[in-house]
């Protein structure tokens, strides 16, 4: 039996952050089910106490979704805990998530505390949620800029408090893939208790490396991964769970680790989220970009005709996309040309191609992309003239 790691989304909560309007109550519920579907195995669906809006929506989800299990943040303080057990009480079972900072810079500047006081704090939190739940996830937020020696010993206290996920986030974005990987191998080897709980990671954006720390993560004994789909969040986001899951399914053979998510939901659930954000998905986007499975080069055109692994390390359909997509363009050869028609339903014996092809590259030469309208009406002027 291989090992798992375990899908944590939290779209509805740092994704929601970032939103310049936030989403209604019904909308949330839409995204959760639709997570649901995928096989999300943990939703963060809010931060309760931070409105009645977000409260409420908690509380909804927590009614309604069944497959996968709810969780709610807090900060590391009674009030944040009691907020988040009220709203998720309606679950058979669910998460609390409490999260103080580690670093310097925040506790210093942002907490004015000394780190023994944020431990305990830290400590006196995961007691408070466990008296509402065995599953407590604590985190240490901007653990990668926290000193190491430091982040050993929250991680210590927290699991010998109670909690049975600890989360380590790059906060900031700050760290590269070996840096951080080194992070969750130091832990493994230097906090005694680590074995009682699952490590989990929540990586952001800034710097562009979400996911590769993530992996990189994985690869060190991360068994649990945080991120949004499309990638949303707080600045530049956070890692992009789409990216993950086909990470692992596509390299099934280096991981060896099974994700319980179906990819086959992913582009239904990443357009039903951008629609729903008001948050378009940057063409080129990995996975989930108009382009991810598009092909422009007549060369490459060829070549996923012969064969699609060619030019394609996972299928459009493994996402649960129709096809892949050949761009027309003055880049086109012959071959995708004839291709095209037979999809459209033109036999060779209907048309020549060496002229039809001619008339192609002059109109692809002034207008770029040419439609299987044009290829019509290139078709139609072409029997005109006969
Ligand atoms: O980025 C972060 O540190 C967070 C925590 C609350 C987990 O979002
Ligand atoms: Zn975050």
Redesign the pocket.
């Known amino acids: 039996m291989s090992e798992r790691v375990i899908l944590f989304d939290?779209t509805l909560r740092?994704g929601e952050q970032a939103l310049a309007a936030s989403l209604s109550v019904n909308e949330k519920l839409q995204i959760a089910r639709a997570l649901e579907r995928m096989g999300i195995d943990i939703i963060e669906a809010g931060f309760p106490v931070s409105s009645p809006g977000d409260f409420e929506s908690v509380r909804q989800i927590a009614a309604t979704v069944k497959e996968s299990r709810v969780c709610a943040l807090s900060r590391a303080v009674k009030g944040d805990i009691d907020a988040a057990a009220e709203a998720l009480k309606v679950a058979d079972q669910f998460r609390i998530h409490t999260f103080i900072s580690t670093s310097d810079i925040h506790v210093q500047s942002k907490l004015r505390r000394d780190f023994t006081q944020v431990e305990q704090m830290a400590v006196d939190a995961v007691r408070y949620a466990r008296r509402f739940t065995d599953d407590v996830e604590f985190s240490c937020e901007d653990a990668g800029r926290t000193p190491i020696d430091n982040l050993c010993r929250m991680v210590e206290s927290a699991i010998r408090a109670g909690a049975t996920t600890v989360n380590i986030?790059d906060?900031v974005g700050y760290t590269t893939p070996t840096e951080f990987g080194g992070i969750i191998r130091t832990l493994f080897e230097r906090v005694p208790n680590i074995d009682q709980a699952v490590i989990s990671v929540?990586c952001?954006d800034d710097l562009g490396l979400s996911v590769a720390n993530s992996i990189a993560a994985v690869e060190a004994g991360a068994r649990q991964v945080e991120g949004t789909i499309n990638g949303i969040?707080?600045r530049a986001g956070?890692a992009a769970l789409e990216e993950v899951i086909m990470i692992l399914k596509t390299r099934a053979a280096r991981f060896g680790l099974e994700v319980g998510a179906n990819p086959q939901e992913i582009h239904r659930v990443s357009q039903t989220i951008s629609r729903l954000c008001n948050m378009p998905i940057q063409s080129n986007k990995a996975i989930v970009g108009a382009n991810a499975f598009s092909h422009s080069s007549g060369i490459h055109q060829d070549g996923v005709l012969k064969s699609q692994n060619t030019y394609e390390i996972m299928t459009p359909e493994s996402i649960g996309l129709g096809r892949n997509n050949l761009n027309l363009t003055s880049r086109s050869g012959r071959h995708v040309i004839r291709h095209r028609m037979a999809e459209m339903g033109y036999t060779d014996a209907e048309y020549d191609l060496d002229t039809l092809y001619q008339r192609f590259l002059a109109l692809a030469d002034k207008k770029g992309q040419v439609f299987d309208y044009d290829l019509e009406a290139l078709l139609f002027f072409e029997n005109q003239r006969e």
């Open positions: 939290t740092d986030p906060t929540h952001h969040g707080e956070n």
